[in-house]
């Protein structure tokens, strides 16, 4: 995975615009880790081969990144992304991970189920 390039990712997110989509979004500020550090406080969401279809969507910020998905009867937004798959055409994978590399958030875009 490649630093985010906001320009290219706006690119591929005007491309799927009105498209039905499956998405993988995925969140954790270490609920896999709290049994270890009880300092973490365990929270997580992980949403897989939903099907969605927005209507207008952006990247915005300077590094993390937020991506914002207009849909017809509402939002769907993410924050905190840092890295994205630049060899990926037909898929939009985005990432972002923490100052120790690990895993934060994620958010997939896709015309097939992953």
Known sequence: MQLINPTKVQQMI??????????????????YAAHVDNT?????TFVTNATIR??????????????????????????GLTHWEETET???ILAGHDSQGKLVVALHLSRRPF
Do not use: C
């Not at 005007?14 to 609920?31: C, K, P, R, S």
């Open 90 to 92: 037909e898929r939009l």
């Open 40 to 44: 973490k406080h365990p929270a997580a």
């Open 14 to 31: 005007n491309a799927f615009q009105g498209q039905d989509l499956y998405i993988h979004l995925e969140m954790t500020t270490g609920a």
């Open 54 to 79: 927005y209507i207008h969507g952006s990247i915005a910020g300077n590094a993390p990144y937020r991506v914002g998905l207009k849909m017809l009867n509402g939002w769907l937004y993410s924050e």
